[in-house]
């Protein structure tokens, strides 16, 4: 493997320890014992969820070429998966909101097991069901847990700016180490211990177990609006209504939709990205140097947070980041000659995975602080529901994309991702504007109240 790989990921890791190890007091909160044990409870149970999603990632696509299916087959599976986290994600998702957020945590780890299972299976039905299952676990994974957290948080009395804390903590660990640690497993199982590829899905499958046992004993329940005779279409409305009549709730969808796509779809352009003529790459290793870039953007948003930065403010920079880094693949397109077939990493290819580390550094930073907006505008009784709409326009988006990924060139469709994100740092400034406006509102309309109270008898 070429130096170059070891020296990112020997700089990040440089950097990440000494982030983590030189934090002063002013990146600490001092918190008292209960939140603590609250926290680590969470965080475990998170990082537990988050491990049975990464066991499987690096294997997916290979398994199903094991089982003999081209390009076109599996590209219908991945479909299935995203078109049901639309569908049947959305309906199971919002349900928490009434029956129980705990109840749908539950749900989660039960409906992924059984899609861990489905792989054991070569034919295609069998195949589909377990992604169909996938789409409706993912759902509730990135709605359910949250909401929990969220409301539990809040029900216990603790300061509404710890949650910063959890969710940075979380992301850390979930998103980085534990993706990390999950992918070198994976490859131990099914490669070195040659247990094959559906062995990393059986570890997933335990995971989800341990973590639905630790749910199961020691989480309570907690509900969105919970009122008798409010059935799923009634909740629909109002999450509707919340979305249409708050400004501030419908840019964070779009804010949201704009990111995650443009996410998801670098998630599928990195590879072909960084090995146009089949240049030989380590994909493991450089998911790794992602993962590792994702824990330094958590890293920096935890300091952020416990500075109480202004997430409205900071996230601009962040999303205009997003859009330069992705739109690299464009210009060394056009600037670095392109490599002889077979060879190691291009010039080009090398200024294309520092910046996709950025990218990544990103990503990390924007898990944390897009989950304190929401835990800061979204209502309360519908916040389930709200988040899985806010997940509908994301997955048509992938859907579309997976469907034309090879009707357009690679350039373009990062092309198109650059000018998403753009959008998105242009509805952040908007969001700030409209939220500093409400803000004043709100402040003024206390001043008055006060006043006016020594008038009244």
Same mark, same amino acid.
């Given at each position: /493997?070429?130096?170059?790989?070891?020296?990112?990921?020997?700089?990040?890791?440089?950097?990440?320890?000494?982030?983590?190890?030189?934090?002063?007091?002013?990146?600490?909160?001092?918190?008292?014992?209960?939140?603590?044990?609250?926290?680590?409870?969470?965080? #475990?149970?998170?990082? %537990?969820? /988050?491990?049975?999603?990464?066991?499987?990632?690096?294997?997916?696509?290979?398994?199903?070429?094991?089982?003999?299916?081209?390009?076109?087959?599996?590209?219908?599976?991945?479909?299935?998966?995203?078109?049901?986290?639309? #569908?049947?994600? @959305?309906?199971?998702?919002?349900?928490?909101?009434?029956?129980?957020?705990?109840?749908?945590?539950?749900?989660?780890?039960?409906?992924?097991?059984?899609?861990?299972?489905?792989?054991?299976?070569?034919?295609?039905?069998?195949?589909?069901?377990?992604?169909?299952?996938?789409?409706?676990?993912?759902?509730?994974?990135?709605?359910?847990?949250?909401?929990?957290?969220?409301?539990?948080?809040?029900?216990?009395?603790?300061?509404?700016?710890?949650?910063?804390?959890?969710?940075?903590?979380?992301?850390?660990?979930?998103?980085?180490?534990?993706?990390?640690?999950?992918?070198?497993?994976?490859?131990?199982?099914?490669?070195?211990?040659?247990?094959?590829?559906?062995?990393? =899905?059986?570890?997933?499958?335990?995971?989800?177990?341990?973590?639905?046992? &630790?749910?199961?004993?020691?989480?309570?329940?907690?509900?969105?609006?919970?009122?008798?005779?409010?059935?799923? /279409?009634?909740?629909?409305?109002?999450?509707?209504?919340?979305?249409?009549?708050?400004?501030?709730?419908? #840019? #964070?969808?779009?804010?949201?939709?704009?990111?995650?796509?443009?996410?998801?779809?670098?998630?599928?352009?990195?590879?072909?990205?960084?090995?146009?003529?089949?240049?030989?790459?380590?994909?493991?290793?450089?998911?790794?140097?992602?993962?590792?870039?994702?824990? %330094?953007?958590?890293?920096?948003?935890?300091?952020?947070?416990?500075?109480? /930065?202004?997430?409205?403010?900071?996230?601009?920079?962040?999303?205009?980041?997003?859009?330069?880094?992705?739109?690299?693949?464009?210009?060394?397109?056009?600037?670095?000659?392109?490599?002889?077939?077979?060879?190691? &990493?291009?010039?080009?290819?090398?200024?294309?995975?520092?910046?996709?580390?950025?990218?990544?550094?990103?990503?990390? +930073?924007?898990?944390?602080?897009?989950?304190?907006?929401?835990?800061?505008? &979204?209502?309360?009784?519908?916040?389930? @529901?709200?988040?899985?709409?806010?997940?509908?326009?994301?997955?048509?988006?992938?859907?579309?994309?997976?469907?034309?990924?090879?009707?357009?060139?690679?350039?373009?469709? =990062?092309?198109?991702?650059? +000018?998403? %994100?753009?959008?998105?740092? +242009?509805?952040?400034?908007?969001?700030?504007?409209?939220?500093?406006?409400?803000?004043? &509102?709100?402040?003024?309309?206390?001043?008055?109240?006060?006043?006016?109270?020594?008038?009244?008898?």
């Amino acid at each position: /493997m070429e130096v170059f790989y070891y020296l990112v990921f020997g700089g990040l890791a440089a950097v990440v320890a000494a982030l983590e190890l030189g934090k002063s007091g002013k990146d600490r909160v001092a918190t008292p014992t209960a939140f603590n044990s609250f926290k680590n409870n969470y965080v #475990l149970v998170y990082s %537990l969820m /988050m491990s049975g999603d990464w066991l499987q990632g690096p294997y997916v696509y290979f398994l199903y070429s094991q089982y003999g299916f081209d390009k076109g087959d599996i590209g219908r599976l991945f479909i299935a998966g995203f078109g049901s986290s639309m #569908l049947f994600g @959305t309906i199971v998702g919002s349900l928490a909101d009434k029956q129980g957020r705990k109840r749908a945590c539950i749900t989660y780890c039960i409906t992924y097991i059984l899609s861990c299972i489905t792989k054991h299976s070569p034919q295609y039905r069998i195949l589909m069901i377990g992604r169909v299952l996938g789409g409706i676990a993912t759902s509730l994974l990135f709605s359910a847990f949250e909401s929990w957290l969220v409301a539990e948080h809040n029900k216990r009395g603790f300061d509404p700016q710890w949650l910063s804390i959890t969710f940075s903590k979380a992301i850390f660990l979930g998103n980085g180490l534990v993706a990390i640690v999950a992918g070198l497993f994976a490859n131990l199982l099914a490669d070195n211990l040659g247990f094959g590829p559906v062995a990393p =899905f059986d570890a997933a499958a335990c995971f989800l177990a341990i973590g639905m046992a &630790i749910i199961l004993s020691s989480w309570g329940e907690n509900y969105g609006d919970a009122s008798e005779g409010k059935d799923l /279409m009634a909740q629909f409305k109002v999450a509707a209504k919340a979305i249409a009549s708050d400004e501030k709730i419908a #840019l #964070l969808g779009a804010i949201q939709s704009l990111f995650e796509g443009s996410m998801y779809t670098f998630v599928f352009l990195w590879t072909p990205a960084l090995s146009p003529n089949d240049e030989e790459i380590p994909h493991g290793f450089i998911f790794a140097t992602f993962m590792l870039s994702s824990m %330094l953007g958590s890293s920096i948003a935890s300091r952020l947070l416990a500075r109480k /930065m202004k997430v409205e403010g900071y996230m601009q920079i962040v999303f205009s980041i997003s859009a330069f880094t992705l739109f690299l693949p464009v210009v060394t397109n056009f600037i670095v000659p392109p490599s002889e077939k077979g060879s190691s &990493i291009s010039f080009g290819g090398c200024l294309q995975l520092l910046g996709f580390c950025i990218f990544e550094s990103c990503v990390g +930073i924007f898990w944390p602080s897009i989950m304190k907006m929401r835990s800061q505008y &979204i209502p309360e009784e519908a916040r389930s @529901t709200i988040m899985n709409f806010f997940r509908i326009p994301l997955n048509l988006f992938v859907c579309v994309v997976l469907y034309n990924v090879n009707a357009f060139p690679i350039t373009v469709m =990062f092309g198109m991702c650059s +000018i998403f %994100l753009f959008i998105a740092a +242009i509805l952040q400034r908007r969001l700030m504007v409209v939220s500093d406006l409400h803000r004043s &509102i709100s402040t003024k309309a206390t001043e008055m109240t006060a006043e006016d109270e020594p008038l009244n008898p």
